[in-house]
C-alpha cells in the first residue's frame, strides 16, 4: 500500500518562507518524476514544482524563483522550499508522481500566508 505524508506546513506572514517535505512508502521515487501540488479553496488542484528522473526542474511562472524542489533519493522524501511566499500560495500542498497516480493522494500539508 502506498503512503504518501506530507509535512511542514504553516501559517507565515507575507515574504516568508516554508520548507515541505513528503515521504513516501510502498513506492520508490527515485526513477521517476515527482511533483508538488497544491490545492486553493474553491479551484483545481495544480502542479507547481516537478523533479524529473534526470533531475530537471520545471516550475510553472506563479511560481519561479521562489519555489525549488529537491529530493533524496536515500531518504526516498521529496522536498519543496517555498521562500517570498505570497497571500494568493495559500493552499493545500500535496506531493504525488508526475503525471499522479490518483490512488496516492495523501492528507497535503496546509499553507497559509498572511498579509
Do not use: H
Not at 506530507?6 to 510502498?26: D, N
Not at 523533479?51 to 529530493?71: A, C, E
Amino acid at each position: 500500500q502506498v503512503q504518501l505524508v506530507e509535512s511542514g506546513g504553516g501559517t507565515v506572514q507575507s515574504g516568508g518562507s516554508l520548507r515541505l517535505s513528503c515521504t513516501a512508502s510502498g513506492r520508490r521515487f527515485s526513477g521517476m518524476g515527482v511533483g508538488w501540488y497544491r490545492q486553493a479553496p474553491g479551484k483545481q488542484r495544480e502542479l507547481v514544482a516537478q523533479n524529473t528522473p534526470s533531475g530537471g526542474t520545471f516550475y510553472p511562472d506563479s511560481v519561479k524563483d521562489r519555489f525549488t524542489i529537491s529530493r533524496d533519493s536515500a531518504k526516498n522524501t521529496v522536498y519543496l522550499q517555498m521562500n517570498s511566499l505570497k497571500p494568493e500560495d495559500t493552499a493545500v500542498y500535496y506531493c504525488n508522481s508526475v503525471p499522479p497516480y490518483d490512488t496516492d493522494w495523501g492528507q497535503g500539508t496546509q499553507v497559509i500566508v498572511s498579509s
